[in-house]
């Protein structure tokens, strides 16, 4: 067990719907990243957010957006879905720059 | 640019058998260096870190790794690889000062009984 949750496990949505991903960082963690995994596609970094501000934006599409809250959870917000979205998002955390990250075990998105 | 190379995609080894999973960066200094295992339908697990010292490092799961500078490469071993192992393995790199880090694509292991 990381210390990071992500809920949902799993969705199950139809295109353009929108979805909101839920992640908690570990107990103390001020970092928060979120990556996309598809198969075509691997592990890529979407965006990463320090103590409740934007801090590196990666390969994330204009109908994503995410924040952390002043709890440090974070939430990622995928609308207007496409086929092409069906992936696993994972959430990560670390407590400073360039440590570990510590996953969580993902949210399963399937988009129909 | 800054790059993580993992050139082999698949690796099938005998439950026995030693393992070498193959890791390049590219970067101007040196990065700090990881080994992530992620089972399927799991999230990624850290296996090792290098960020200075020895440059040889022992992980959980009994793999170690080894950086070498003059080949900015961080290879993953195992000398004797179990059934369990069967995974698909990433190598990360991290800047010091930043909050950057950049994911290999990731080598899927095979472990025949």
């Known amino acids: 067990d990381s210390g990071v949750t992500q809920t949902p496990k799993h969705l199950i949505t139809a295109t353009g719907q929108r979805v909101t991903l839920r992640c908690s960082p570990r107990?103390?963690?001020?970092?928060v990243y979120w990556y996309q995994q598809s198969l075509d596609q691997g592990l890529q970094f979407l965006i990463q957010?320090?103590?409740?501000?934007?801090?590196a934006k990666g390969n994330i599409l204009e109908r994503f957006s995410a924040q952390q809250f002043p709890d440090l959870h974070s939430e990622l917000n995928l609308s207007s879905l496409e086929l092409g979205d069906s992936a696993l998002y994972f959430c990560?955390?670390?407590?400073?720059?360039?440590?570990?990250?510590?996953f969580g075990e993902g949210s399963r998105l399937t988009v129909l | 640019a800054q790059s993580v190379t993992q050139p082999d995609i698949h690796i099938t080894v005998s439950e026995g058998a030693s393992l070498e999973l193959r890791c390049n960066y590219s970067?101007?200094?040196?990065?700090?260096l990881f080994w992530y295992v992620q089972s399927p339908g799991q999230g990624l697990q850290l296996l090792l870190k290098y960020f200075s010292g020895d440059t040889l490092v022992q992980g959980i799961k009994g793999f170690e790794a080894e950086f070498k500078r003059s080949q900015s490469s961080f290879n993953l071993r195992k000398p004797s690889v179990h059934w369990s192992d069967a995974a698909e393995y990433f190598c990360?790199?991290?800047?010091?000062?930043?909050?950057?880090?950049?994911f290999g694509t990731g080598t899927r292991l095979k472990v025949l009984a």
């Open positions: 990360a790199v991290g800047f010091s000062g930043t909050y950057k880090y950049i």
């Open positions: 970067y101007g200094a040196t990065p700090y």
């Open positions: 957010y320090y103590n409740g501000e934007e801090r």
């Open positions: 990560a955390s670390s407590t400073r720059r360039t440590g570990e990250l510590f």
């Open positions: 107990s103390g963690d001020l970092s």
